[in-house]
C-alpha cells in the first residue's frame, strides 16, 4: 500500500510538472510571438511610408515643370513651327503581303 502511495505522489509530481513546465513553455512562445508581431507591424509602417514616399517621387517626377527641365538638360528643345505632321485616320494597307505566302501567291496568278 505504501508503494501504491508513493508511486501515485511520483506520478502527482511529474504531471504538475509537466503542467508547470506547458505552462511556461507557451506563455515563453506567447512573449516570442508578440515581439515577432511587434517587428513585423513597425516593418509595415516603414514600408507604407516608404510606398508614399515613391508615390509622391513618381508625381514630382511626371509634373511637366520637371520633364521640361530633364529634356533641356538632355539637349531636347521644341520642334520649329511646320515640323511635326500629324497623321489623320488608320494607316493604308497594301492588298498584296510581303511574306513568303504572298509570293507564292503572286507566282500562282502570273502563271
Known amino acids: 500500500m505504501l508503494k501504491k502511495t508513493r508511486n501515485l505522489r511520483l506520478a502527482a509530481l ?9 505552462f511556461a513553455w ?7 510571438l508578440g515581439y515577432t508581431i511587434e ?9 507604407e511610408s516608404a510606398n508614399t514616399y515613391l508615390k509622391k ?6 509634373s511637366p515643370e520637371k520633364l521640361e527641365t530633364e529634356a533641356a538638360k538632355l539637349g531636347m528643345v521644341y520642334p520649329e513651327p511646320g515640323a511635326v505632321v500629324l497623321l489623320d485616320g488608320a494607316p493604308a ?7 513568303w505566302l504572298a509570293k507564292l501567291f503572286r507566282i500562282n496568278k502570273a502563271s
Do not use: H, M, Y
Request: net charge positive; charged share 35%; glycine share 8%.
Open 93 to 99: 494597307v497594301k492588298k498584296e503581303g510581303r511574306g
Open 57 to 62: 517621387e513618381i508625381q514630382t517626377s511626371l
Open 14 to 22: 511529474i504531471g504538475i510538472c509537466a503542467v508547470f513546465f506547458l
Open 26 to 32: 507557451e506563455n515563453v512562445q506567447a512573449v516570442r
Open 39 to 47: 517587428k513585423l507591424r513597425r516593418e509595415i509602417k516603414d514600408l
